[in-house]
């Protein structure tokens, strides 16, 4: 079993930055994708970003140039620096983590945009 908990979620200006973090645990394989979705109230879940265990990285085209996703495989962690914040970002946002038939989801962490 995996295990994701994420962290880094709150209240934050149009404008300002934030950074989230999901950390893994349990039998993790060494090939794996991590990514991180979003979904606001009223809509559905939507992919944000993803990357490999190798390092290749994408986003969606509505934050590219704006969040960054990163990780440190020694601590079984990815992040998300997320810079110049919308209030379209706010969002509860998930981590998923992907290694073949095998997908485990975070319980989410919430991102309000806000003046």
């Known amino acids: 079993q995996v295990q994701l908990v994420e962290s880094g979620g709150g209240l934050v200006q149009p404008g300002g930055s934030l950074r989230l973090s999901c950390t893994a645990s349990?039998?993790?394989?060494?090939?794996?994708?991590m990514g991180w979705y979003r979904q606001a109230p009223g809509n559905q879940r939507e992919w944000v970003a993803s990357?490999?265990?190798?390092?290749?990285?994408t986003y969606a085209d509505s934050v590219k140039g704006r969040f960054v996703i990163s990780r440190d495989n020694a601590k079984n962690t990815v992040y998300l620096q997320m810079n110049s914040l919308k209030p379209e970002d706010t969002a509860v946002y998930y981590c998923?983590?992907?290694?073949?038939?095998?997908?485990?989801w975070g319980q989410g962490t919430l991102v309000t945009v806000s003046s």
């Open positions: 998923k983590y992907s290694s073949g038939y095998l997908e485990r």
């Open positions: 990357i490999t265990s190798g390092g290749r990285t």
């Open positions: 349990g039998s993790i394989f060494s090939v794996n994708t």
